[in-house]
């Protein structure tokens, strides 16, 4: 513990101003929350005013929340916050100078998950306007996924160099990682326990003095730094581990010819002291910025903090399995799309695709690594015409996105429902059938939407991951 730290930051006295850097799917919901909490008066929210995100400095100081998927409070907090004074969306990294903590909520993906090497450009651009205007007793938190070791290394040495202070000395330097899901990041914040970790217990105590207002359920769980990010990959590689479990459950009951929900049920049922189930749902594949890296965030951390490993890591453990099970559902969804093709007496060559669903969830505009676009481009490689609907996704690099259900199911040889938007449940057997124009369509429900029976009723042939009991049906003449 460093007295002289202790003592600066007695000087300063509480924190009162918060920057959040980053206004993204973690920053602007965590920028608002600051600001609605009594204990803090003023947040600046920092974006640079970029070519391609620079729009979200006016809409935010608007009130509107450039987030397009449905997430439940966040516009009328923000609303709320403006209209009280207390935040403020800018370019003008300055002033940072005048924030006694700043946050950090920029993404860090992998270039290749094959070498392991994270991109941390962004952050890196973050971390130094960070430290050209850090003051004395400032709290500086990482709340990007990042690998083991990047706080107390590459953060920290970046820090004390733009700013020519030191860490556990002059500044106090954490990690708390985010642990929200798109379509609750409000509630997540406010519900989720709140891990933190410092480089020293002075910047732990601090970071813990920033989070604790913004709790309702949620308490916190203070650890080191290292422990902390640990933590954060780890948990995201458990899920992934969970999920391609399922997803093999689903083709293991696929192969037998029976139905992976059922299963999945039976499995559930089984409770009692000492049972611990956590069963998840299997699917078309595994999007987002978080779950397709943060294994191998876990794995890298490993060879770099512990040199020499006893156990095999990349693709040989059991995280690695997990990745490429999960990368691989996209491309069994091409199995299912071309067998139901070979049903109906066609191939996928010329075939019309109406894909359904774009964002990699459910009820969001969220496209980052989206699993429907290894099968787009599978398909197109096999000749297929695809057509891409989505009710919240406007636009996409390359990618022309329809909010015409109608339009794009016109002519569709094949229905391929990717994503579990709400809209996708009430789709019409009938209905599809008659804008497919086709004797046979095609549907294959990657997310468990439809009625299989309902479908295959109005003449479809229908395909579905895990759905053994179905994918096989005779096809009504």
Not at 83 to 99: H, L, P, W
Not at 323 to 331: A, T
Not at 391 to 396: A, G, I, L, Q, S
Not at 431 to 449: I, T
């Amino acid at each position: 513990m460093s007295s002289r730290l202790e003592s600066i930051i007695n000087a300063r006295g509480p924190i009162r101003k918060i920057g959040v850097v980053g206004m993204g799917y973690v920053g602007i919901p965590a920028a608002v929350l600051f600001a609605d909490a009594p204990e803090f008066e003023f947040v600046y929210g920092f974006q640079r005013d970029s070519r391609s995100s620079g729009y979200k400095i006016d809409m935010l100081n608007r009130g509107e929340s450039p987030l397009r998927g449905e997430e439940p409070g966040l516009e009328e907090l923000l609303v709320k916050v403006l209209d009280a004074g207390k935040f403020r969306c800018t370019s003008d990294f300055s002033r940072i100078a005048e924030c006694d903590a700043v946050t950090l909520a920029i993404q860090t993906p992998f270039k290749n998950p094959k070498d392991l090497i994270p991109d941390f450009s962004a952050l890196s651009e973050g971390l130094r306007q960070v430290g050209r205007h850090l003051t004395k007793g400032a709290l500086v938190v990482l709340e990007s996924t990042v690998t083991p070791g990047t706080t107390a290394g590459m953060a920290r040495e970046i820090l004390e160099k733009e700013s020519g202070l030191a860490a556990g000395e002059d500044f106090a330097l954490a990690h708390a990682p985010e642990r929200v899901m798109v379509g609750r990041l409000i509630r997540n914040i406010r519900e989720h326990d709140r891990i933190v970790g410092g480089i020293d217990d002075v910047s732990t105590a601090r970071a813990v003095e920033l989070y604790w207002p913004v709790l309702t359920t949620g308490r916190i769980i203070p650890m080191t730094a290292t422990a902390a990010e640990v933590t954060k990959t780890a948990e995201n590689a458990f899920r992934d581990l969970q999920i391609a479990a399922v997803n093999q459950l689903a083709l293991h009951c696929e192969a037998m010819g029976v139905n992976v929900y059922d299963v999945r049920r039976g499995i559930d049922s089984l409770k009692g002291e000492g049972i611990t189930r956590a069963v998840l749902w299997p699917g078309a594949g595994v999007g987002g910025h978080c779950l397709t890296k943060d294994t191998w965030h876990l794995e890298r951390g490993a060879v770099l903090l512990g040199g020499d490993l006893w156990y095999p890591h990349g693709t040989e453990s059991i995280f690695g399995a997990a990745r490429r099970i999960n990368e691989f559902m996209p491309k069994h969804m091409v199995h299912l799309t071309i067998e139901g093709l070979k049903r109906a007496g066609k191939s996928a060559e010329g075939a019309k695709v109406a894909l359904l669903g774009w964002a990699f969830i459910q009820n969001s505009d969220d496209t980052r690594n989206t699993p429907a676009e290894p099968y787009l481009e599978a398909m197109k490689e096999a000749g297929a015409d695809v057509r891409v609907h989505d009710p919240y996704v406007d636009e996409y690099p390359g990618i022309e996105v329809s909010h015409d259900i109608d339009a794009t199911l016109a002519g569709a040889d094949v229905i391929t429902i990717f994503t579990g938007h709400r809209q996708y449940f009430s789709l019409e057997p009938a209905r599809a059938a008659e804008l497919s124009g086709s004797e046979h369509p095609v549907v294959v429900d990657g997310r468990n939407v439809i009625d299989p029976d309902a479908f295959i009723e109005a003449g479809f042939i229908y395909k579905g991951i895990g759905r053994g009991d179905k994918n096989s049906h005779p096809i009504r003449r």
